[in-house]
């Protein structure tokens, strides 16, 4: 292992630090649930405390049972109300909360993205907008006077996923064959951290996930940006030989680059790779350093990934390196 995943380095991801509306609901339910939970256990422990202390066979005493009861109306009554009564209360909490979730209508407004769960990384389309990418999804916050929730559609190709951002949402699983929805609504600008939680193999624990959450013009100009082809080729000469080989290799038999010849959805897109912050699927900071050693041999940094080490020159190697640098 060259690195450690950002994951743990970069910021909180709990599900009692929500940012985002289905997130809020789902925690203050959680909280509910917790602290009954925490009474019960309470009162009940405490009972059973002050009876072990209290009734307890004094030393040396061999004496006989004490008086025995044998059924109480009013106890078992108590017993069998109380909990009758909490258990209602926490469906309907409950019921209430998953409602809310389920049955949200999809606003006019909201935007749409598709994701795909793949061993293992995150494809993520926006099929609207016309833009595809991988494993950071972007999306605008929504404040008190427009709402724009994300709604998602999840999908595999592979094994089962499940898509969670603690921050964000309530986790959703990625079934192959099977279509499920969920939908997210930032309100604070930030980046949250994910990841799968179903798991998919050997590198599920490093199937990270981030959400880009951005101020609606800033959401604007990425998908400005993300549209763009990388038709032209770059004039630096170490950049443009670099182009030559990523195009007649195998790196174009699996990764597309908008605006040339590279088309196979295989492996992420790379037309932007540069706005990425990581590669990898969040296992390393996108670096030139990083990027190099992924190219180098990717099971270094990932080991199983389905991307072949490439046995390249070193020269050869930068020059791929500083074409992808040029990718923004
Ligand atoms: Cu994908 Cu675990």
Redesign the pocket.
């Known amino acids: 292992m060259l690195s450690i995943p950002l994951q743990s380095a970069d910021t909180i991801s709990s599900i009692f630090a929500p940012v985002s509306t289905p997130a809020l609901r789902e925690a203050d339910l959680a909280r509910m649930v917790l602290v009954l939970s925490a009474v019960v256990f309470i009162v009940v422990a405490g009972l059973i405390g002050y009876s072990v202390v209290r009734f307890r066979v004094p030393t040396g005493d061999q004496g006989t049972e004490p008086p025995q009861v044998y059924g109480s109306a009013q106890v078992e009554a108590a017993w069998t109300v109380i909990p009758v009564i909490i258990v209602i209360v926490l469906m309907l909490a409950t019921g209430r909360v998953i409602y809310e979730v389920q049955a949200a209508p999809q606003p006019p407004n909201a935007v749409e993205a598709t994701v795909v769960?793949k061993q293992?990384w995150w494809e993520i389309r926006y099929p609207q907008l016309g833009v595809i990418t991988a494993n950071e999804l972007h999306v605008p916050v929504s404040d008190s006077l427009t709402r724009r929730p994300t709604f998602l559609t999840l999908q595999s190709t592979d094994v089962a996923?499940?898509f969670w951002v603690p921050r964000v949402a309530g986790k959703t699983d990625l079934i192959p064959n099977k279509t499920n929805r969920m939908w997210i609504e930032p309100r604070v600008p930030g980046t949250y951290l994910g990841a799968?939680a179903?798991?998919?193999g050997t590198q599920?624990t490093l199937?990270l996930l981030r959400i880009v959450a951005e101020p609606p013009e800033q959401f604007a100009r990425w998908v400005e940006q993300q549209r763009q082809t990388a038709a032209t080729p770059p004039s630096d000469p170490g950049a443009a030989a670099g182009r030559r080989i990523f195009l007649a290799t195998i790196c174009s038999s699996c990764h597309a680059v908008a605006g040339t010849t590279a088309s196979s959805r295989y492996g992420p897109d790379l037309t932007h790779l540069m706005s990425r912050r990581t590669i990898g699927s969040g296992v390393a900071p996108n670096t030139r350093e990083r990027l190099r050693a992924w190219i180098r041999n990717p099971h270094d940094l990932k080991h199983g990934v389905l991307m072949p080490a490439m046995a390249i020159d070193e020269k050869y190697l930068h020059q791929l390196v500083e074409y992808l640098f040029t990718l923004r």
């Open positions: 769960g293992w996923h499940s799968c179903e798991y998919c599920h199937m």
